[in-house]
């Protein structure tokens, strides 16, 4: 959650009100003068109160430096080139860490040079600008800027102002996210490597490097995107999640941010979700024709579980939006419970979940009862609770939609029956279960045709019969799909449709192998490996990129 802006602080605080506010943002428009400072400069508070109020927006303490005395011991530690340069003045020494005092909180994005000429790690307390000016001509006789302190070209000025929109650091920010979203990636990883820190987009799942930065680069890059998604740029040694909601190129971004210590420092990854791409109807999915009618047949029933299973980042939730959009009319009430809630869907009620406060996905989908919905989503089911309370709101008439992770459709009635949860009400509540996975599309502008390779169609197990009068395609690569020869995913669907015969099956327990076999034949599910048969024979994919995703599962 993005941290409130200085200008709502002080207006919160009643330090200033909303008339003084808008007449600062006013005074400020085509300065490079900070909210704060101006503010002060109209006297409509004190430096006092915007310090406290900076304080609290960076999280940080404040500290009143003409209250107590300075250790000399400790400022002779500091040289005074250093001191004045980055404006901070010693504190005290507190749990191993040397405490200083600052006059903006950017500056705690430059103190990677202190640490390294102390051998020491830094914490940092914020005070008033014109009083480390004064403390630092006091005992260092250097003569610094009385205001607060310009931020350094690294840095990213967090007052609530305009800011240096020229810093390289922030530059280096929007050319990574213009980049991202042009390249239609959906992950950014920033990766500390030894000598380099090396930026790689996810496009169409798989990893591109895209830019190799110097090392020096790390701190500042890592410390400006923190502060952009509400983290705390001086905790380095624990994992740390947040989000980032930005406009990039006039669109709207949400970014699900994720930072991970690592042994040359901390590495982040940035999970992009762009409002306008996100939303898929079923149609754009790539289900086959049959498979398309049967799945929107499954999901018309008025009760029952739907689940959709498969790997992380194999789609499922997309899957389970584009549902939704085909059922959300307005003689129906559609409720979900997500972790996290990854797009808005206009019309339908979401819910968040947060551990952290008992408010679980069993929780919610009890509550969730008692407001009469038609449809309810549950993000994923996790553990024999929720699956529990899914299958009795399935029994009462409400349509259930949910995701487990598991490789194949038949796996997911077993993982249940794992669960502790007992045969009998798997069999009677699971409507249809369907496993996917996310195959990239060959580019149409560079696509070429090729002759049927007999030992690729044999991987494939597609007989040469069946690739007569079929043109067969492969990658070649160009400007349009960036030299990779593909060009966006669609997915490969294993979806199995429960009768009496499998329900009688998952009642006393078969095996999944004997289920899949009895659904096959009984013609209820069409598998991962045909579902990739029919999209390389009609031109849509490659033999080998069906190999690579589903090898191992057929």
Known sequence: MSRP????????????????????????????????????????????????????????????????????????????????????????????????????????????????????PLATALACASAVARKIKEHYGVEVSGGAAAPPPAALSVSGGEGDDDAPIIRLVQQMLDGALKARASDIHVEPMGERLRVRYRIDGLLREVAAHPKHLHPPLLSRLKIMA??????????QDGRI??????????????????????????????????LVSLTDLGFGEKDHERFKRIISRPNGIVLVTGPTGSGKTTTLYAALKELNRA?????????????????????????????????????????????????????????????????????????????????????????????FLVSASVTAVMAQRLVRTL??????????????????????????????????????????????????????????????????GEPNTKIREEAILAGKMSTLLADGQRKVLNGMTSVREVLRVIAGND
């Open 230 to 239: 509400g983290l705390d740029i001086a905790e380095r040694r624990k994992p």
């Open 245 to 278: 909601l930005t406009k990039v190129d006039g669109r709207d971004l949400d970014l699900r941010v994720s930072v991970l210590p690592s042994s040359h420092g901390e590495a982040m990854v940035m999970r992009l979700l762009d409002k306008e791409r996100g």
């Open 443 to 508: 580019c149409k502008e560079c696509r070429q045709p090729t002759p049927a390779d007999e030992v690729e169609l044999a991987a494939l197990s597609i007989r040469p019969e069946q690739a007569t009068g079929a043109t067969l395609f492969r990658e070649r690569g160009c400007e349009k799909c960036e030299m990779s020869g593909f060009r966006g995913r669609k997915g490969l669907f294993e979806l199995l449709e429960m009768d009496s015969r499998l329900r009688e099956m998952t009642f006393r």
């Open 331 to 423: 003689d129906r009430k559609l409720i979900t419970a997500e972790d996290p809630v990854e797009y808005q869907l206009a019309g339908i009620n979401q819910c968040q979940v947060h551990a952290r406060i008992g408010l679980t996905f069993a929780r919610i989908l009890r509550a969730m009862l008692r407001q009469a919905p038609n449809v309810i989503l549950v993000g994923e089911i996790r553990d024999k609770e929720t699956a529990e309370v899914a299958i009795q709101a399935s029994l009462t008439g409400h349509l259930v939609f949910s995701t487990l992770h598991t490789n194949d459709a038949p796996s997911a009635l077993t993982r249940l029956v794992e669960m502790g949860v007992a045969p």
């Open 5 to 120: 802006k200085i200008g709502e602080l002080l207006v919160a605080a009643g330090a200033i009100s909303e008339a003084q506010l808008r007449d600062a943002l006013a005074q400020q428009r085509g300065r490079r003068q900070k909210l704060g400072e101006v503010v002060v400069a109209l006297g409509f508070t004190d430096e006092v109160t915007v310090a406290r109020a900076l304080a609290k927006q960076a999280g940080m303490p404040y500290v009143d430096l003409d209250k107590g005395r300075l250790s000399p011991e400790l400022l002779k530690r500091v040289p005074k080139e250093l001191a004045a340069r980055l404006r901070v003045i010693p504190l005290m020494e507190k749990d191993g860490k040397l405490v200083v005092a600052i006059a903006d909180p950017a500056t705690a994005l430059e103190l990677d040079d202190l640490s390294f000429v102390l051998n020491a």
